[in-house]
């Protein structure tokens, strides 16, 4: 069999200290506590990783809105049945709540057959009714606003599920009808999502609807970290050439649980022909034995012997299909390890779908939405004993000869690595920026490494048990409104989302060798907060700019740490990143916002694609994408005279063209740019 390939990748070690496991008196888990001490407000928003208890937390908090809150009746809104089962009867007084949370079977309407369009009238008639729960789909849901309108729900909570799937695009109904609930302020809203960004440009709310929200943050970091057994999560990517099913036992190894998921028939890295993919895997992994008549899985005899049980979900008989799918959810086998050992799917097995066991989720293809690949990672992220390390691969084709071909494989090779740093992101402590000061001081709970707090210094500390960083950096722009301070702490990810995924950023951050970074951390950051958050006066924009790139680079830069003090381009011990921050702190002369403004965040992310990609493709890429290099545009340059003014205002004069200072040169030509302009447009 062939050899397991090692896939660059960052990997983060967690603590295990069992905390988001463990129950209080109330039967409730760290998130859930977290999430009741809020129950009394009127809109709540949940952001909380796969697993951590999102379904839960919702009970608690709508039994008290019942009980104690004058709400007559909850509505919990999923995006699709099979998440129904999230919300089925709970007996929550068996672990300490004081009731139990009970959904009658008619009110279920995920388990009830028809339309979703004709469920619209079991809507109607648990309004009229005198009981509390209904269960139903996004679709039904807004049948029955369309219908119904906003004020039939007055005075009841509405919980959505998945909350990412509402937009405040003209295109989403439901995004349009919950401004309308809040407009009219008649009804409680929960809302919960398990990815800390849409992924795409579009908001999830309109701004000031947003704003009325109280969240609840629940990061990656403290969910793993509190963890019984799994320690490690990897995060890489992997390229190949020619057809995927050839190549794909190089990373996908039958000894681990796997969830499997083929590229779209309609994507690059398809063969267009699904079911001869499944073979061709099947057959790659050994001698096929037949199919097991009570669940229908493939069963197939390895090399050395060992019988697999493969679940495919990819067949098109609904009959064989939903035999497998009913064998996987059979909540019998829940806990039974050896149930099932490989899973391949195309459009199943993601958003809500629960396998404890699964240790390697390998997509194979892009994903245009980051959210579908948070979504695909959390199915390895559960919590299982004796499951020490999960990962998560990319499996991605290389460009190819032709034109066309290698523009595509250029747009999806950058869209993997976008995806990769805002893991990498997602995946890291919090992090707590504070400018240094006279008054500066050591801030009660962190750590601060060997040998304490230095008033002298730009201080790191650390708080394993909240997972949080506290960076203090010299010159660092503070937020004034507290829209502007609630973004620094809870959105940050959402900024670099839009950073990460902007095609010319991340071009020119990779290929472009005469870059000078503040191009990008300064020009090209500030754009985006200045179109993502227009509401924002300059200087709140600056300090959210300045928190976003700080985040951003000091995570990279914590990776380089690691990853050099590693053999096998794998982070390793126990605490990497956390000591990778560290030691970059110390290692500057000065932990000022200049310094980190003059890092490429890309740079690192360059490092891994060079010893991912052949030199053959690598050379492709960067010549695509050298061959479409732009010009300085107006409004760059109008970017850079606004640095250069405030230069001038530091520094008593402007900056010099001919400066050996690489940023300093190019505010100049910004300058210049704008004064050729105005000469070109005096002469006609």
């Known amino acids: 069999m062939t050899s397991i390939k090692s896939v660059p990748s960052v990997s983060v070690t967690y603590a295990q200290n069992g905390g988001s496991t463990k129950s209080n008196e109330l039967g409730m888990r760290a998130m859930q506590e977290r999430a009741y001490e809020k129950r009394g407000e009127q809109y709540l928003l949940i952001k909380s990783p796969p697993a951590s208890g999102k379904s839960r937390a919702l009970m608690f908090i709508a039994l ?6 004058g709400i007559s009746q909850a509505i919990v809104v999923v995006p699709e049945k099979s998440i129904g089962a999230s919300f089925n009867d709970e007996p929550l007084s068996k672990f300490g709540f004081w009731a139990d949370w009970q959904v009658a079977p008619k009110w279920n309407l995920c388990n009830s057959p028809g339309t979703d369009g004709g469920k619209v009238k079991s809507v109607t008639a648990f309004l009229e009714s005198n009981d509390q729960i209904l269960v139903c789909t996004h679709a039904t849901f807004r049948f029955a ?31 349009k009808q919950l401004n309308d609930f809040i407009a009219r302020d008649r009804v409680h809203v929960v809302a919960m999502t398990g990815s800390y960004f849409r992924g795409d440009a579009v908001p999830i709310l309109l701004p000031e ?9 629940y990061t990656y970091y403290e969910q793993l970290n509190g963890y019984k057994y799994l320690k490690t999560l990897d995060i890489g990517y992997f390229f190949y050439s020619g057809s995927y099913a ?3 036992l190089k990373v996908l190894d039958p000894n681990e649980k796997t969830i499997l998921h083929i590229p779209n028939v309609n994507s690059r890295e398809s063969t267009k022909d699904k079911h001869q993919e499944v073979e061709h895997i099947i057959d790659a ?3 096929w034995q037949g199919t097991d008549d009570a669940t229908g899985f493939q069963l197939v005899k390895t090399p050395e012997g060992r019988v697999l049980k493969i679940a495919d979900l990819v067949d098109d008989e609904a009959v064989k299909r939903d035999k497998v799918s009913s064998a996987l959810k059979d909540p019998a086998q829940k806990n039974n390890r050896d149930h099932v050992d490989i899973i391949i799917a195309l459009g199943m097995a993601k958003e809500g779908f629960d396998w404890i066991w699964c240790e390697h989720a390998l997509t194979v293809g892009y994903r245009a939405s980051l959210t579908e690949i948070v979504q695909i990672i959390g199915r390895a992220t559960r919590d299982a004993e004796g499951k020490s390390r999960a990962r998560f691969t990319n499996l991605i084709a290389e460009p190819d000869a032709a034109e066309a071909a290698v523009t595509e494989a250029v747009n999806d090779t950058l869209k993997a690595i976008a995806a990769s740093l805002l893991m990498e992101q997602v995946l890291a402590p919090r992090f707590n920026f504070t400018p240094k000061s006279p008054k500066s001081g050591p801030v009660e709970g962190f750590d601060y490494g060997e040998g304490g707090y230095d008033p002298a210094k730009e201080n790191v500390g650390f708080n394993e048990a909240s997972g949080q960083f506290q960076i203090e950096i010299k010159g660092l722009a503070e937020p004034k409104s507290k829209e502007a301070e609630r973004i620094c702490q809870e959105d940050l990810n959402e900024v670099i989302t839009a950073f990460v995924q902007d095609k010319t950023t991340i071009e020119r951050g990779l290929f472009d060798e005469e870059l000078v970074p ?16 227009p509401e924002l006066d300059a200087e709140d924009q600056e300090a959210v700019r300045q928190h976003a ?17 590693s053999d096998d381009a794998q982070v390793s011990g126990n605490t990497a990143l956390i000591d990778g921050v560290r030691k970059f702190a110390m290692d500057v002369r000065e932990l000022d916002i200049d310094l980190i403004d003059r890092i490429n965040p890309f740079g690192e992310a360059y490092a891994i694609l060079a010893k991912t990609m052949s030199e053959e493709s690598l050379k ?27 230069f001038k205002q530091e520094r008593g004069r402007l900056p010099d063209i001919t400066s050996a200072d690489a940023w300093e040169k190019k505010m100049a030509e910004g300058v210049a740019y704008l004064v050729r302009m105005k000469q070109e447009a005096a002469n006609g």
């Not at 008290?64 to 809150?69: F, G, R, S, T, V």
């Open 549 to 565: 790139v700080a985040a951003l680079n000091l995570t990279q830069k914590a990776k380089e740490v690691a990853l050099s003090a």
């Open 246 to 248: 050839d190549d794909i």
């Open 209 to 217: 609807n947003e704003a009325k929200f109280d969240t609840i943050t």
């Open 285 to 287: 992994l050994g001698d």
């Open 64 to 69: 008290d809105k019942l009980a104690n809150q």
């Open 518 to 533: 503040e191009e990008l951390t300064q020009v090209r950051m500030g754009k985006i907060v200045g179109a993502k958050f």
């Open 145 to 175: 606003v369309e219908k119904l309108g906003v004020e039939a729900f007055d005075d009841r909570l509405i919980a959505v599920d998945e909350f990412h799937h509402v937009s405040a695009s003209e295109d989403s109904i439901l995004g």
């Open 620 to 646: 492709q890429v960067a010549a695509v994408i050298s061959a479409k290099k732009v010009q300085l545009s107006p409004e760059e340059a109008r970017d850079l005279a606004r640095r250069a003014a405030k």
